[in-house]
């Protein structure tokens, strides 16, 4: 039998030294340059997907939440955009050819203000020149010429209409729809009474003349018609002239102003020729219809002013560097943009100055950082920021249009090119969920920045602790950190990540430590964090969600939950399992049971059979039935029945942590050897008789250490573990000092063998050179019991096929008689 090995103190439980800080609180380090602490592999990926200008080189941020990816992803990036060029601002102003499509205009930083300064001072001085010269004497000259004009033509050509009228013996009247010729005979005008009592002949003659008057009247109409329509174009004239004059010399000097920008001069000239065609609305407006219908002279001006003013879309005159914009809510509209409506007098109307920017129009040029979950949530929000990527250029839509719901007329703004780096940070669950399902995802998010859980615990890692420490400490006004407060910070995140040589990368969970500790602290009113406030911190969270494992607790110790820490029982034995409620995981005790007797159905697990067992558990339990052929059935075949189960399980199981535990019941029961009831195991088993890793050591040890404390440490107390796991045990000080005192222990194993004879005290036993076992050890017992059964088995086989031999014969002699009985023999 080999000699036991069992794990001292020290390998309990990694301390860290907190003589290796030289400060005597965090407040004396200085303020860390943040760095992502223990993120190599990440930072080396944004650092390359940020630095690739190439289309589709955006960059997903994978990982665990509270790495510190968001935090770290803004730091760096306002670092690299500061370097970066400070992109153009967007403006839109209007198209007053196709006012329902805004032209956008690019200028360099802080020049879209300046260009709506400009138009609002155009505007303020077209109010003031365009009356200013609409109100000269040469103007009113000018015009008062034109009018003369127009007068003294009509009056040559009205004074022509009467004197034909005579001529043809009419007197022409003026009535509010026109002219009335009226019949003149014998010198005085025809009443109608008076034209009905003429005789024929003269009422002929007199339609006659009334027929020719009517032709001569029409050619004369015709010509005043042209006189005064001549007369209107040389007053238009006049006025664009005289517009011109007072709008020309300050749109040419906008023009000299924005020369170097085409779109800018085309735009003014436009402005030009608009205004010179609204040139009334400039020009004073009537006091009357001011003082009866003020709304009116308000409207009036304000849609002037309006359709010459500029929109400042994107503004950069405040921009330092590269824009880096974050948006924590990626609605369709916030992402891209919308059209704003108001209501007038109970209708809604918009226009180009209503045109709102989206987080992608204020990242243009720049970075835009997302949360993948926000986004997805939001599907019309993924799929146009795919199609922004795709075209390069965002068009400000209606999610009614791309809805394909009800049509509606509103603004349809010229397309902005767009040109940005996108960075999506989510899990990396969610990374392989969008590769795998998604095929646009992989072309536009080629670069992957997969962030770790955990660090290596080195000296330098853990001076990056401290200084983070110290930031955070000075960033939230908490009080300053002693070398011991950090030290227990430090070996909290190793058990955070249950491995002695790493740390956890979980900084969120650390600064609620953080948070928690300096909340204790001010409870017992000192200047500094120390250790024991750090345990306190600890503690106290763990209790706040410990609700159910002290109801098991309680349940164990009532005795409604059958676990036995003393004593010996044959096919008996304590395994560990895991309970996960969400924000805290502990380990629980429970009692396993194996029942072995002749038969041919191997190893059945229970709880497959009843539908309670995982298929990882499941599979574990069959690589039972492959390690007792391979060690016990080369010369004989393996007639055995087994059962085995978790009792008072009544919920499902899965994993198999247990498998090694279930095979050393069976072991007992073969080998009709007692087990130790006061040390529990834990341990995967794989159908070589090796032992294998598996997770939660810390809290399994810790949960069958509560049950044994209950019911009084012996000595004679621990936990079996896989020699494996020796460099996950971070374990509470309390079973440290059990251990190190002998109450307690904790057992290394490699193999079966190993730990058969920690559990039984004998010998495992090996094979000698003829093949068997020595007398006395477990495995002997255990292949003279299946030799049995296989005895049994064959013996079983041979009396069945001999008496099923006898029955043939006799029913063939029974046959053979009956034709006899028949004949009478």
Known sequence: MKKTIELLGEKLYKECDESQFDFTTTAELEDIQYDIIGQRRASDAMKFGLSVKMDGYNVFMAGMTGTGKTTYARTMIDKIAKSREVPQDWCYVNNFENPSQPQALSLPAGMALELSKSMDELVESLKVEIPRAFESDEYDKRRTTIMLELQNINSELFQELNDTAEEYGFMLQRTNTGFVHIPVHEGKPLEPEDFESLDDKIKKEIETRSTQIQYKTSEIMRKISAAEKESKEKLKQLDNSIGLFAVGRLIDNLIEKYQEYIKVKVFLQAVQNDVLDHINAFRTTNDNDEQNFPWMKKNDTEGIVNRYRVNIFIDHRNTNGAPVVIENNPTYYNLNGRVEYENNFGVMTTNFMKIKPGAVHKANGGYLILQADDLLRNIQSWESLKRVLKTNELSIESLGDQLGAIATTSLKPEPIPIKLKVILIGSGYLYQLLYHYDNDFKKYFKIKADFDEQMKRTPENIQKIAQFIASYAEKHHLKPFKPSAVARVVEHGSYLVEHQGKLSTAFNIMAEVLCESHAWTQIDEVPAVTREHVEKAIQQKVYRSSKYEDRLQEMLEEGHILIDTHGKNVGQINGLSILNTGDYTFGRPSRITATTHLGRKGVINIEREVQMSGTIHSKGVMILQGYLGEKYAQDKPLALSARLTFEQLYSGVDGDSASSTELYALLSSLADTPIKQ????????????????????????????????????????????PHQNVINLMLPKEIVKAVEDGKFHIYPVKTIDEGIEIL????????????????????????????????????????????????????????????????GR
């Open 678 to 721: 006061g040390i529990a195991v834990t341990g995967s088993v794989n159908q070589k008789g090796e032992i294998q890793p598996i997770g939660g050591v810390n809290q399994k040890i810790e949960g069958f250490y509560k049950v044994c404390k209950f019911e009084g440490l012996t000595g004679e107390q621990g936990v079996m573990i």
């Open 760 to 823: 039984t005290g004998y010998s495992a036993g090996e094979k000698d050179e003829n093949g068997h076992y020595s007398p006395g050890t477990i495995h002997y017992l255990v292949d003279q019991k299946l030799r049995e059964y296989a005895e049994a088995i064959v013996n079983f086989g041979k009396e069945k096929e001999d008496g099923e031999k006898e029955e043939v014969k006799e029913e063939y002699q029974e046959k053979k008689e009956e034709p006899d009985k028949k004949i």
